[in-house]
């Protein structure tokens, strides 16, 4: 018996989880997601357990050098905690899995760990495990997510018709990143974006409650994540270059293709946010909500400047990409 | 507000968890059990969900040569299935993240996730989720094993008077490192005792059902693992070296020091397991069922040779050690 495999965006990096996963059993009933959105969902109670896993390695998805061991460990719980919020999760707990370089000694360890336990706890979860070794000549932490939710927002329950919607500003911690690989020493709040990305759990909640009919968080950037969201939800995605809410000092360019913000891109049926819910949302949660573009049928996304489609690259990211 | 840190047995790789985690918030009432047991605890339904962590490093847990890729997939899965089983748990899925290096191509983690994915339908669960990159030059490996009971059998339950036990034979795994590290060829069932730990599933239940008190899994080795039990339940353990169920052909002194078995050790109070009872063991799963010690007040753990208390060095292993 073999099951669909997870609709995921286009990139080789996806192929490999695709192949595999064609093959694989369908999980059982207690399952009530696998891969492919942005958490697995376990029926618990009347409702759900939401459960991610990402990797942070030294020298793809950081390097250490551009922050300090507390952000390298605060870093890694956000982004991964980022993921539940993508749901409209609540974080519960975290698990960390580390490695320190062999001739770091512990407390390289120690720092990091530290950092991983405060932003845990910051997202309103407690630790409960991990692992820790240090065998190779690089910093890799995984942090396992764990939440629960009710009524999760999927990846692929976007229709038609949909409004398109982003929280907060984009292209702040590719802007960093491009400054730190360029030899460079980013803004000050260019790099605190990169290293303190800002989970929005209470702010997918809200949408959640408002109507919102899916979502994705942004780490791999505007433009491929869109693409996981018009995969899943068997759609095409059209966004303005003109509405892409950039950051101050950011081209759209950046904050259209560039990683690492975790803002959310959400749809939402047409008319359901209002002028009012972006004035609510903006007044509750001191960031923007912003209407990019739109679902619309077929598949794949497509960008539009001053009306007419443009070629956007998507680079995305150089790791192979987040399965879930 | 702190906590208690999690009683960990005697390691400096310990120390690092227990300096940190002595300044976290106490989880809320949904978490059953943090840190400091094979896994965590989340109340669901009737009973818990068990979730643990376990990460594999290329050059620290294994070396490549010494297998295959898909060898490589399959033990990282089977090792993190294998804390379920020390607690008695049903497994249900795995969460996998991997990272290759850059030079290796798509293949070589094409190969691993498809033994990850062998290893997990093999042991009844089913993979929802994972993470890939291609950043640091070694090949990690991080597993999130989840699974379900209604009774777990913990660390911190075994009492003064229980008996030891252990299932299966001792030592083979290390026996296989040991003549790699030497440049040597090890025996085939030495081999495949490390590539192919079996996790203990199906055992452990069977142990719990006929009134167990207490369990761990070997994987830092007997003298150390024992360790954590005596540190988790504030006792004392006692082992016989005579009755050390050691592999053909293997010295007991590795099979009391090497880790790598992936057995059960197990605590339950004297005359509960009879001469029956290690029969219809050994008759229903093909492995031995040995006594060989008993739990007393006190504290540490303490090997007895010919009636004599002798020094037992445990090295266990290179690593940092296992939170949970």
Redesign the interface.
Known sequence: MSRTPPPLGPG??F???R???K??????P??A???GDD??L?R??DGF?A?????S?????FVSDWGTPELIGERAVRIAISDLAAMSAEP??T?????TPRTAG?GL??RI??GC?AAT?ACGA?????????????I?I?V?A?G?VVEPLLRSTARPGDALWVTGRLGAAAAAVRAWKAGGKPKDRWRRRFWEPPPRIEEARWLARAGASAAIDLSDGLLADSGHIAAASGIGLEIDWEAVPAAPEIETEIALAGGEDYELLVAAPRDIFTDDTTAEFELTFGVPLTRVGRAVSGSGVRVFRAGQEIEAASPGFD??????
């Open positions: 080789g990096e192929d490999i989880i192949r595999v996963l093959d694989a059993t369908p999980p059982g207690e399952i997601l696998g891969s958490c697995a376990i618990h109670g357990l459960l991610s896993v990402d990797l390695v030294e020298g793809g998805h519960l707990a698990l960390v899995s580390l490695n512990s360890a120690e760990f530290r336990l706890e407690a630790h409960i495990g991990g692992d820790l070794s240090h065998a190779a000549d690089a890799v995984d396992t764990l629960k790791h192979f990409g987040d399965e879930g």
